[in-house]
């Protein structure tokens, strides 16, 4: 198994620039989440998915959006690009056994916004 | 999601037991506790996971006291390698499931 994979690994953008963050793992788990870390902080999280079709915001939603078509994928789209968007992007897909969830993250992707 | 509250720091030296202190004074019924590790430049890597009492694996110990408003994370024997940011959640995995919430957590630098 790959895992959790990310691409691309660094971008960088212009201010009001669109792009995609793509996101896929292949151990079938049905939770999906984005998150970003700024410097020296803990990772926020932006939306999430609990399988096909359903996603919901997280703690910071405002300015990206998800959909979730498939079970694999889980894509994080920038509408306009703010220099605040400035950070790195983790995916993390999770599967329950009983009561516990376990989390597995992919390495990431550093965007900068100029 | 109950808040949780760490040090931001901790140093330690190789061969020592470290234990990372968390609390979650708000902490429901239904909420797990879990610890998650990070290394520069990656992502965060699941430790551990418990409700009460004392749970232990391969990598490391959590202890939780019967009232559940703190828990320790306990790390054997530290090497240089265990260098890392620990993370503590607290949460109902089971009904809120994809849906982590991620505090400052704690930096603990391993010396030799």
């Known amino acids: 198994n790959a895992g959790v994979t990310q691409t691309p690994k660094f971008q960088v953008l212009k201010t009001g620039q669109s792009m995609t963050l793509q996101c896929a793992q292949d151990?079938?788990?049905?939770?999906m989440s984005w998150y970003r870390q700024d410097p020296g902080m803990g990772l926020r999280l932006i939306h999430y998915?609990?399988?096909?079709?359903?996603?919901d915001q997280g703690e910071v939603p405002n300015g990206y959006n998800v959909s979730r078509s498939t079970t694999e994928d889980f894509p994080l789209r920038l509408l306009s690009a703010a220099p605040s968007q400035t950070s790195v992007y983790f995916c993390?897909?999770?599967?329950?056994?009983?009561?516990?969830?376990?989390?597995?993250f992919g390495p990431g992707t550093r965007l900068l916004v100029l | 999601l109950a808040k949780t509250t760490q040090p931001i720091s901790m140093d330690s030296y190789e061969g020592q037991e470290v234990n990372i202190t968390c609390s979650h004074n708000?902490?429901?019924?239904?909420?797990?506790i879990t610890w998650y590790q990070q290394f520069p430049s990656q992502g965060p890597r699941f430790i551990i996971q418990?409700?009460?009492t004392k749970v232990t694996n391969e990598v490391a110990s959590l202890f939780i006291p019967a009232d559940r408003k703190s828990s320790t994370l306990s790390l054997p024997r530290v090497s240089l390698s265990d260098t890392a940011v620990y993370y503590c959640?607290?949460?109902?995995?089971?009904?809120?499931?994809?849906?982590?919430?991620f505090g400052q957590g704690t930096e603990l630098s391993v010396k030799p």
């Open positions: 993390a897909s999770s599967y329950r056994t009983g009561t516990q969830e376990t989390q597995y």
């Open positions: 151990m079938n788990h049905e939770y």
């Open positions: 998915s609990v399988g096909a079709g359903i996603t």
């Open positions: 708000n902490i429901a019924t239904n909420d797990y």
């Open positions: 418990g409700y009460k």
């Open positions: 959640l607290v949460g109902d995995f089971y009904n809120q499931g994809g849906k982590l919430i």
